[in-house]
C-alpha cells in the first residue's frame, strides 16, 4: 500500500488555523472559571493547540487525548480527529470527527462548518470494502492489521487504494489478495473457502498366520512373477504425498514471513507522510512471500488429493492373495527311522 499523500496547504490550513485560534481563545477564557479537572483539561488543550502551531502534530495527539480522558467533551474529540487527520491516519480521524459532531456543545455548534470540510477531507482518503460469500467465522486482516471478524455485517471502512487483503476461517485455506479500494468508492471482494484437505490412512496389511513351533511344516511359495506386488500407482502416490507435505510447509512457512513483514512494513515507517527509500522494495517482498504462500497452499491441497486418491485405489496384497497364490515350490520335512528327519522339496 502507498504511503499516505502529503495535503496541500489551502483550505485545510486555513481551516486548521481558524480552529487553533478559537480553541486557543475558548480555553484561555475557561482557565479562571472552571473546576480544577476542568483547569487541566483546559491546560492540556493550550499545550496541544501550541504543539499544532508548531508542527508537532504527534506530541499534540498525545496531549488532547489526555484531556480527553478528563473531560469527555466533544471539543477534545474533535481535535483528537483534526491531529489524527494531520498525521494521516484517516479511519481514527473519521471515527472520532464522527462522534464529535453528534456532540451537542457551544464549540461544536460554532465550528460545525469548518469540522464538516475537514471530514470532507478525511473521507476523500477512504473507501468501503464489501465481502459477500459463504457465511465463515474467521478475522479480516488489510495491510497485516486486523479490521474485523466474519461475518461482517456492514462494509468496511478502509484506506483507498491498493490495500493486502488477508481472511482466515478455522479449517479452511486463507484468502489473499490484493484490492483496489476507490476513494468515496465500494469494492466487493467474494469470498470462497476450500478446505483443508486431510489424508487418509493407508490400510493395514494382514499376514498369514504362522504354524506353532516344532510341527512339520509345509512351504508354499508363489512364483516371483505372479506375487502381488506394490504397483507403480501406490509408489507415485508416495511421492505425491511427500511432495504436498513438502507444498503445505513451504506454503506455512512463506504465509508466516507475510505476517512478520508486514508488521515490519508499518513499524518502520513505510505509512507515514515521510515514508523510507527502501518501502517499495518491501512492499514488493510482502507482495511476493503472498504470492509463495498462497501457490504453496494450493500446490499442497491438489497433491494431497492426488495422493489420496492414487493409495486408496491402487490394490493391496490381501490374505487369500497370499495363502492361495499358485505354488511354484513345495517343501516338506517328516520323521526318519531312528534318529533323523528326511526333507524333501518339489518344484
Given at each position: 500500500?502507498?504511503?499516505?499523500?502529503?495535503?496541500?496547504?489551502?483550505?485545510?490550513?486555513?481551516?486548521?488555523?481558524?480552529?487553533?485560534?478559537?480553541?486557543?481563545?475558548?480555553?484561555?477564557?475557561?482557565?479562571?472559571?472552571?473546576?480544577?479537572?476542568t483547569a487541566s483539561e483546559a491546560a492540556l488543550m493550550r499545550k496541544g493547540l501550541?504543539?499544532?502551531?508548531?508542527?508537532?502534530?504527534?506530541?499534540?495527539?498525545?496531549?488532547?487525548?489526555?484531556?480527553?480522558?478528563?473531560?469527555?467533551?466533544?471539543?477534545?474529540?474533535?481535535?483528537?480527529?483534526l491531529a489524527e487527520q494531520a498525521l494521516g491516519r484517516w479511519l481514527e480521524a473519521e471515527s472520532h470527527l464522527i462522534e464529535a459532531l453528534t456532540r451537542r456543545e457551544s464549540w461544536i455548534g460554532k465550528n460545525?462548518?469548518?469540522?464538516?470540510?475537514?471530514?470532507?477531507?478525511?473521507?476523500?482518503?477512504?473507501?468501503?470494502?464489501?465481502?459477500?460469500?459463504?457465511?465463515?467465522?474467521g478475522t479480516v486482516k488489510v495491510d497485516g492489521v486486523q479490521m474485523a471478524t466474519l461475518p461482517l455485517t456492514a462494509p468496511l471502512r478502509v484506506p483507498a487504494g491498493t490495500i493486502a487483503l488477508e481472511v482466515q476461517a478455522p479449517g479452511y485455506l486463507p484468502i489473499l489478495r490484493n484490492i483496489v479500494v476507490p476513494a468515496r468508492g465500494l469494492a466487493r471482494e467474494q469470498l470462497t473457502f476450500v478446505a483443508i484437505p486431510v489424508a487418509k490412512p493407508l490400510a493395514p496389511v494382514i499376514l498369514p498366520p504362522q504354524p506353532p513351533v516344532g510341527t512339520v511344516a509345509e512351504v508354499t511359495e508363489k512364483p516371483l512373477a505372479a506375487r502381488p506386488t506394490w504397483g507403480p500407482a501406490r509408489t507415485v502416490g508416495v511421492i505425491l504425498g511427500v511432495a504436498a507435505l513438502g507444498a503445505l510447509g513451504t506454503g506455512a512457512a512463506f504465509h508466516v514471513l507475510h505476517e512478520n513483514r508486514a508488521k515490519s512494513y508499518k513499524s518502520n515507517g513505510c505509512e507515514s507522510?515521510?515514508?523510507?527509500?527502501?518501502?517499495?522494495?518491501?512492499?514488493?517482498?510482502?507482495?511476493?512471500?503472498?504470492?509463495?504462500?498462497?501457490?504453496?497452499?494450493?500446490?499442497?491441497?491438489?497433491?494431497?488429493?492426488?495422493?489420496?486418491?492414487?493409495?486408496?485405489?491402487?490394490?493391496?496384497?490381501?490374505?487369500?492373495?497370499?495363502?492361495?497364490?499358485?505354488?511354484?515350490?513345495?517343501?516338506?520335512?517328516?520323521?526318519?527311522?531312528?534318529?533323523?528327519?528326511?526333507?524333501?522339496?518339489?518344484?
Open positions: 500500500m502507498t504511503a499516505p499523500m502529503k495535503k496541500p496547504l489551502t483550505i485545510q490550513l486555513l481551516l486548521s488555523i481558524i480552529l487553533l485560534t478559537w480553541s486557543s481563545h475558548a480555553a484561555a477564557g475557561r482557565k479562571n472559571s472552571e473546576p480544577s479537572d501550541d504543539l499544532r502551531q508548531k508542527g508537532q502534530d504527534e506530541a499534540a495527539l498525545q496531549e488532547f487525548r489526555r484531556a480527553y480522558e478528563l473531560s469527555r467533551t466533544g471539543h477534545a474529540l474533535a481535535q483528537i480527529a460545525k462548518k469548518h469540522l464538516d470540510q475537514s471530514l470532507n477531507d478525511i473521507q476523500g482518503h477512504l473507501g468501503s470494502l464489501e465481502l459477500p460469500g459463504e457465511a465463515k467465522a507522510d515521510n515514508p523510507p527509500a527502501d518501502c517499495k522494495s518491501q512492499y514488493d517482498s510482502i507482495q511476493l512471500d503472498g504470492y509463495i504462500a498462497i501457490g504453496g497452499y494450493a500446490g499442497g491441497a491438489v497433491l494431497a488429493g492426488l495422493a489420496t486418491y492414487l493409495l486408496v485405489r491402487s490394490p493391496s496384497p490381501s490374505t487369500d492373495q497370499v495363502a492361495n497364490a499358485a505354488t511354484g515350490f513345495r517343501f516338506q520335512c517328516s520323521p526318519a527311522a531312528g534318529l533323523g528327519v528326511t526333507c524333501a522339496g518339489r518344484f
